[in-house]
C-alpha cells in the first residue's frame, strides 16, 4: 500500500495565494476584456409584466452613427437551434413553456429582452436602445404564488393552460399514524421571501471569433464554464468542439451565475452574425429584474410529538415560485430541499410535497444554500413553535430530538443517509460558547424588570446535502448532469507540479487548497503547484463549481490523481534504485529503500520520466495523471448557530450582540478560508433574516428595482462572528473532507429570525415573517397587545 508524507500542509492557513492581484488591480474581469473591433449589446427590456407585444419601430435606433444591428426576436429567431432550456424537469409531466432569448409576440416579466442593439461603442448601444418604440398591449398579470392557482387567476402561458409547473411528492414513513397518535401538532405557514443575489461583480460576456478555424471564444463571468460550453453549443446549434469558454476572474456568483442567461446565448449569435467580437456587461438596475432571484416559497409544515417533545411525524407542502420561466434548475431548486427538512433530527415518518407555480416575475434559481436553506428555516422555526406550545426551553426540545452520533450513514426521516455526524456535540459546544443558560437568566431578569429593549436567543440547527451529486442519484431526481469531477496532475521538468481542475473557482480560494492537497500527496512545497482552472481548452472535463462540492468532490479528484502519480514514481524509483516496490519508502517527496540510505526524489524521477532515456518496459514517459471522481453519496456538512438579538420594542429595531457559529465540514483543509467562507454566508443569512426582500406592486413591477430601494446590512450592523468547529470526518470521500461554502447562509437565516421572536415572545409574537425589519417587528407587537 502507498505510504503518503503525513499532512505538513492540509490543516494549516496558507495564506490564500489568489489574493495579491485582486488587491492591487490585477485581476482579470470579464468586463477589462475588449478586443479590436469589439461591438457592444445593449437590451431594450420590457417595462411590463405581461403583455403582448404588437409593434417595434427601430428605424430611429438603426440611423444613429456607431450602431452597427438593432434585432428584434423575429430577426434572431434562425440562430438558434432551440430556446433556454431547462436543466431540471423534475417530473415527467412538468410543463415547460418556450423561452427565446427575446421574446417573440409576448413579454412575461419585466425585464425580459425584446430588442438588441450592437454598435461600436457602449454608449451609444445604450442611446440606441433608448429610441427602438415597442407597442405593447398589456395583459393581466399574476404575482402571487397562492392567488396564481385560484380559478380564474390570470395565465401566465395561454398554451399551457395552467399556472401549475409540476408537484413533487415523496412520502416516506406512515405519517397518518404519527400525526394520529401525538400529544401536540404544531403548524407554521413561512415565506421564504424573493432574494435578489446581488455578486459585487454583475454579469458579463463578450464572445471573440476565430475567423479561421471558425470557432469562438466566449469570456463570461460564470461558475459554469463546462455547463455554458455545453448548453451554448445546443441552443446555437455549434459544435461543443467549435465553443471555448474562459471564466476569468469572477467576482462573486452565489448560485445566480450557475446558469446559461439569454444575454450569453445573444452574445454568442451576434458574433457568428457579425463576424466581430461581441460584448455585453450588465448593469446593477438590470441585475435586479434580468438575474436570477432566490428563494421564493410558501411553505407549510407542521410536526406532531408527544408532550415530552419527542417528533414523531413531519409534513411538509411547499409552493414554490418558478417566476415566468424555467431558467437551468429553477424546478428543482425547491425539491432538493425535501431530503433535509428533517434536519439533525430523529424520528419515524416524513411526507413532503413541492407545487411549481409560474408567475409574472423573472425567473427563480439557485441561491447560496439552495433549498437547504429554506429547510433549514423551516424545521428550525417550527422547532421553536414545538417548544412554545410545550412550555419548553428551545434548546432541549433539538437535545431531545438530535440523531446519536455516527461514523458511518445513517437513513434519516427523509430517507437519504447522512454521511456521518455529531450533532450534540456541535450543539452543545456552541451552548458553551455563548453562554446560553447564563443569557436564558438574563432575559428573565430584563423581562421581570420590564425593560423595553428585550433580549432574544435564537438556534439554528442545520444540515445540507454538500458534495453535490452523485451521477446516478443526480438521474434520479431527473437533474440531467453527472457528478463526477476531472482532475490532471502533472510533474513538470523542473519538478514543479502543474494541477489541472475542472472546478471553477469565484471566491473559494481552488489555487490555494487544491495546492495544499498536492503538497502532501506528492511531498512538494506549495509555491511549486500551479493550478489551471476556468478554461475548457485548459480543463475541457469538469462539473464546476456550486453546492458545496469543491473540494469534497473536485479535491478529492486532486488527491487521488496525485496519488497515481506516486504509484508511478514509484515504479519508476524502484527501477532507478534498483529496489522492489514494496521496498520503498515514500515520505516528504522522497523515495528511499527501507533499511538503507539509497533514495531518490520525486523531482528527480519526475527528470527521469522526462527524459526516458532509462524506464521500465511497462512505464510510459513523463509523471502525470488524472482522475475522475463520482462520489458514491453526498456529504452532509452540519452545525450549530446561536444569534443573541436585542429588539427595541417601542421601535421594533433588532441589533445583534453576538453571533456564534460552530460547524462541522468534516476534516479541514485551510481552517482561514473556511472561516472566510463561513463569515461571508452568515452575513447573507442574516440579511435574508433581517434585510433583504425583492417586492412587486400588484401589477408585476418591481418597486426594489435599484440598491436604494433594496436593502442590505453595513459592516456597522453586523457584530464580530464568533467561529469554532467540530470535526466528523466524511466516510464518502478519502480525504474525509465535506464542505463549507454554502453552510454559513444556510443556519444564520432561522438563528437570526428565532432570536427575534425570542425577543417579543414574551408580550404574545409567535413568529414575523422575514425579513424581520423594524416595522415588521413593531406590527407584529401591536398586533400581538392589541388582538382584534
Known sequence: MTQTAPHRHVGTSLPRREDAPLLTGRASWTENITPPGTLHLALVRSPLAHARITGVDTTRARELSGVVAVLTGEDVAGEFAIGLPCGWPVTEDIKIPDHPPLARG??????EPVVVVAARDRATALDAAGLVEVDYEPLPAVVDIEAALADGAPLVHEDLGTNHCYTWPMPVGDVDAAFAQAD????????????IPSPMETRAVVVVPDLVGAGYTVYSSTQVPHFLRDILAMICG???SKLRVVAPDVGGGFGVKLNVYAEEALALALARRLGAPVKWVETRSEHHIGTCHGRGQVQRIAVAATSEGKILGMRVNLLADMGAYLQLLTPGIAVFGAFTYCGLYDFGAYSFECQGVFTNLTPTDAYRGAGRSEAAYAHERIM???AAELGMDPAEVRLRNLHPAFSEPRAVPSGVLYDS???ETCMRKAMELVGYDELRAEQRRRREAGEAVALGIGIGNFTESGGLSPSKVAAGVRLQSGGWE???VR??????VEVVTGTSPHGQAHETVWSQIVADALGVDPADVEVLHGDTAVAPYGRDTYGSRSVAVGGTAVHLASGKVVEKARKIAAHMLEAAEDDLEFEAGRFSVRGTDKGTTIQEVA?????????PEDVEPTLAADSTFDPPNFTWPFGTHICVVEVDTETGRAQIRRFVAVDDCGIVVNPMIVEGQVHGGVAQGISQALYEEALFDADGNPTTATLADYAFPAAPDLPSFELDATVTPSPTNPLGVKGIGESGAIGSSPAALNAVVDAVAHLGVRHIDMPATPQRVWRAIQAARNPE
Request: charged share 20%.
Open 106 to 111: 409576448e413579454v412575461n416579466h419585466v425585464g
Open 421 to 423: 455526524g455529531d450533532y
Open 384 to 386: 421553536d413553535e414545538l
Open 184 to 195: 401536540v401538532v404544531v403548524e407554521g405557514r413561512y415565506l421564504q421571501q424573493r432574494v
Open 486 to 488: 476531472n482532475a490532471a
Open 607 to 615: 527528470l527521469a520520466a522526462y527524459m526516458a532515456a532509462d524506464l
Open 238 to 240: 455549434i459544435s461543443d
Open 491 to 496: 510533474m513538470l521538468v523542473s519538478g514543479k
